[in-house]
């Protein structure tokens, strides 16, 4: 009962930390999207997985040596997949605001998360009990999406012209404005597609872990504990994150990432990396 709880806690707190990530990033001053998303990328997805997974597990080059190559494989591809998901994530949060984006990203995310490993290794409880509460929730989670688009549209056409200002540098603006051909700020309905993309391609986390289970499995089968046997797993997927951001800010906007770093001062680059 002590463990139910405590992973109970557990959950409760990731939740909270995953629902917040983003916000401190409102609090840069002079920095662009692009500018923390990087930082976040290479410190959270590349840095801390792989410090803490060689901290908390024995072995770890054995780990992958004795793992099915096509596990391995698995969660490095929908490692990457996710990545793209995750780029996508912050110009969507750029785009529609914090709340929207985060209803309709994790909302799909969460349901076709759930729903794809079901159809794809367990078809026979398609029917069953969990199989028709994860088809619900689906249809929960369409529901909201439908809504949530319809408030998004009737407030956008409610805004007056230029009462938000975007956290996007005119470079980025400038891109997503020969998109939609509508100058001065970001459509809501780019936004949506934008966040809708990102839904569907953010469940290949889930997928990854499922599918590269074997990896985590042989992480047991040398001795570390199950509670901390799937990091072998999570780092190969988190490392793919950076790349799609890197890839995506040196082609679009590369400017907006590089002239604020070299202006700032390094109290200033301090102060917004740490947010």
């Not at 998303?37 to 072995?59: E, G, R």
């Not at 996508?88 to 076709?112: C, E, R």
């Not at 159809?119 to 689906?138: C, K, N, Q, Y």
Request: proline content about 5%.
């Amino acid at each position: 009962m002590g463990d139910v709880i405590v992973g109970i806690l557990v959950v409760v707190l990731g939740g909270t930390l995953s629902g917040l990530f983003t916000a401190p990033m409102s609090y840069n001053k002079g920095w662009a999207w692009e500018n923390g998303w990087l930082i976040y990328s290479i410190y959270a997805m590349l840095l801390c997985p792989w410090i803490f997974a060689f901290y908390a597990l024995d072995d770890l080059p054995q780990v992958y040596q004795e793992s099915p190559a096509e596990a391995i494989g698995a969660a490095i591809g929908l490692g990457c997949l996710w990545g793209i998901g995750s780029v996508l994530f912050g110009l969507g949060v750029d785009a529609v605001g914090h709340a929207l984006a985060f209803a309709i990203i994790l909302g799909l995310t969460s349901a076709i998360g759930a729903a794809l490993p079901l159809v794809i290794l367990h078809p026979d409880d398609i029917g069953s009990r969990t199989g028709i509460f994860t088809w619900v929730a689906l249809g929960v989670v369409i529901i909201g999406l439908v809504v949530l688009a319809k408030a998004g549209a009737r407030r956008e056409r409610e805004q007056k012209a230029g009462e938000t200002k975007p956290l996007l540098l005119n470079d980025e603006i400038a891109v997503l404005d020969s998109i939609s051909h509508q100058p001065g700020h970001a459509s809501f309905a780019r936004g949506l597609i934008i966040c809708l993309i990102s839904g569907l391609a953010s469940p290949c986390l889930n997928l990854g872990i499922t599918f590269g289970d074997d990896v985590s499995k042989k992480a047991k089968d040398l001795g570390n504990s199950a509670t901390f046997a799937d990091n072998a797993t999570w780092c190969l997927m988190w490392a793919e994150e950076p790349f799609p951001t890197c890839s995506t800010v040196s082609i679009y906007s590369p400017k907006s990432v590089y002239q604020p770093l070299s202006t700032s001062s390094a109290p200033g680059i301090a102060s917004n990396a740490s947010l």
